[in-house]
């Protein structure tokens, strides 16, 4: 008995150091979680456990438990064994291990896996230090951060299944708890697109939600675009703002990135526009945030690397500050090119910075520093010598060094006026008098032509006056008389001086000096039954004569178609004189009709006594209506 039970406890001491042996011979396995071994809140995940080919079972442990957490058989064909997780949450959060066993013993433990859930506590931040825009072979610096107390700040690159880096995080000034993770040298080759997250040390596989994904941009040698906006660098509240990137180059995407913004670039893809290559970021409504230094670049889709940078462009937002300061000019707002002119910013409220902007430009503005002075802000603004391309409307602002990029509500507009001396190039063209500059021959142009115009319409009034006077005109012998016929060569203006004297010509008036007969009675020559008053003048007597003379040649049809038609109304008075010795040397007629005066020549004829007279007579048609 007693041999016997020694013979069995011999063996079983041989046979333990055996199989433990045997155990320690057996490769340990591999462990991996899909698709991540960081799951978010409440996501499934799955952890896997592969050993050898001859693997029966696989058990999967936690540390810090005693337990076995799962056993499962391997997948069939295959030596691996599937653990799952159909929502994740803090409860499973841990470091996890597995073995196997064989039908030589049990494996080895695995390397252990960290099973992390993320969304237990707020985002933190990410952010690139100077700026997300790296060149090609450069460092750069991550800063993770938030408001909350986080021991330790994790960062990871999209791609990557472990984290790259795990740091202590440290207080700021500020009272934000923050890491700087340096990163690089970074190279066009490969996308750098990471993340960050916080955790507590005493819960460190539970993590807080991840920031914001944090896109490096790899920028090259390739030519710079060019950043404009159509409102100009200082906006107000209330307009819309729209950047725009555009350049010679065939780029087919751009970016647009502003300086210490939390916010990733934004990305578009290209717009042609006018025979360039470009994208248009709208900005929305303006308000104090889009106040800023922003730049632009422009990449390949079929390259990681982006242009050099574009010149910065500032976008300043007035109205921001409640102060209005001034703005004043000496010697004066009308001053002569080469002068020296001293722009002059003032403010009762306190500002640091004074910034001069020409209005209709694109320049950026001018920033002097402020000075106080006898309890006013003030900054001068020198303009030496001053040139007829500095003409224009100003406005100054005021603005603090801690948001150099919000200012004060304008001042009201100054309108600088130079007056170009000889070889002065002329108002700048972005200056309120740039548009006269280049119309000022169409004004040249518009004046010559309605001189012309006028000149033309003269010569045509003056041509149908002239036709209408040759028609009305009968030439006769009276034409060449000569000029010391004085009824004859009398003027216009004392025909009409005549005009009441004769239109009363029907009463006969008489002067002891000079003898004048009017003589009102039926043309019985004419054809129609126009009534007509004739005039008899005599130049060579000093005596009144009166008596019937005979009535003149027929007058034009023009003069007989007139409005006021008497025939048969007329009546007839005849006054004789004694007949003189001899008949008058010059008779002269005047028919009187309204508004014309006409002057004809009859051919002589006989008198009313059957003399003939001795020289052509002489009658007028006086039209008085």
């Known amino acids: 008995m007693t041999l016997t039970l020694t013979a069995l406890l011999l063996l079983g001491l041989s046979v333990g150091p055996r199989t433990r042996a045997q155990a ?242 934004l990305h578009r893809v290209q717009q042609p526009q006018a025979g360039l290559s470009g994208a248009d970021f709208p900005l929305g409504s303006v308000s104090s945030s889009l106040g800023g230094r922003y730049t632009c670049y422009g990449g390949h889709s079929l390259s990681l690397e982006w242009s050099a940078p574009s010149d910065p462009l500032d976008i300043l937002v007035a109205g921001q500050l409640p102060s209005t300061p001034s703005l004043s000019v000496q010697p004066g707002p009308t001053v002569a090119s080469g002068e020296n002119v001293t722009l002059l910013c003032r403010s009762m409220s306190s500002v640091d910075t004074f910034l001069l902007s020409k209005e209709g430009t694109a320049n950026p503005p001018l920033r002097r520093r402020s000075e106080d002075r006898a309890g006013q802000h003030q900054a001068e603004f020198s303009m030496s010598p001053v040139t007829s391309a500095q003409w224009g409307s100003y406005r100054c602002y005021g603005s603090h060094s801690t948001s150099p990029y919000l200012l004060s509500h304008p001042s009201e507009p100054l309108e600088l006026q130079v007056s170009a001396s000889s070889g002065d190039p002329g108002p700048s063209p972005t200056g309120p008098s740039s548009t006269a500059g280049p119309n000022w021959h169409l004004y040249v142009l518009v004046g010559a032509s309605g001189a012309f115009v006028l000149l033309l319409c003269l010569l045509v009034l003056l041509l149908v006056r002239r036709r209408r006077q040759g028609k009305g005109r009968k030439p006769g012998p009276a034409d060449r008389e000569p000029k010391d016929r004085g009824l004859q060569d009398s003027s216009r203006p004392a025909a009409a001086a005549q005009e009441e004297t004769l239109s009363d010509a029907a009463v006969q008036d008489t002067q002891p000096e000079e003898g004048v007969e009017l003589d009102q009675r039926q043309n019985t020559q004419d054809e129609g039954t126009q009534g007509m008053l004739c005039a008899q003048v005599s130049h060579s007597r000093s005596r009144l004569s009166q008596g019937r003379v005979t009535s003149p040649p027929p007058l034009p049809g023009a003069l007989l178609d007139t409005e006021d038609r008497q025939a048969g109304e007329d009546r007839q008075r005849d006054s004789q004189a004694p007949a003189s010795d001899a008949a008058p040397p010059d008779v002269t007629y005047a028919q009187l009709n309204h508004l014309t005066l006409r002057r004809e020549t009859s051919a002589p004829h006989s008198s009313q006594f059957g003399e003939p007279p001795e020289e052509p007579s002489v009658y007028a048609a006086l039209a008085i209506r």
């Open 24 to 265: 320690g011979t057996l490769p340990k396995p591999s462990i991996w979680a899909e698709p991540g071994s960081v799951v978010p809140w409440q996501k499934a995940v799955t952890i896997l456990c592969r050993g050898i080919p001859k693997a029966q079972e696989f058990y999967l442990i936690r540390d810090g438990h005693s337990a076995t957490w799962g056993r499962e058989k391997p997948l069939e064909p295959g030596n691996t064994a599937k653990f799952s997780f159909t929502y994740m949450t803090d409860a499973y959060a841990g470091r996890y291990r597995c073995y196997y066993q064989s039908p030589t013993g049990l494996s080895e433990h695995s390397d252990p896996l960290e099973l992390v859930v993320t969304g237990f506590h707020g985002k933190p931040s990410l952010s690139a230090v100077p700026s997300p825009i790296v060149t090609s072979g450069e460092k750069v610096t991550l800063q993770c951060g938030s408001r909350m107390a986080f021991n330790r700040f994790v960062l990871m690159k999209e791609g990557e299944p472990r984290p790259s880096s795990t740091l202590d995080s440290q207080r700021h000034t500020d009272g934000q708890f923050q890491t700087l993770f340096p990163v690089g040298p970074v190279t066009p080759r490969l996308r750098w697109t990471f993340r960050c997250y916080g955790y507590y040390s005493n819960t460190p596989q539970v993590w807080s939600l991840s920031s914001d994904p944090l896109e490096l941009l790899v920028s090259g040698a390739s030519r710079k675009p060019s950043l404009l906006t159509q409102q100009g660098p200082v906006v107000s509240p209330g307009q819309s703002v729209t950047l725009q990137c555009l350049s010679d180059v065939d780029y087919d995407r751009f970016a647009l990135y502003k300086k210490n913004s939390r916010d990733p670039p």
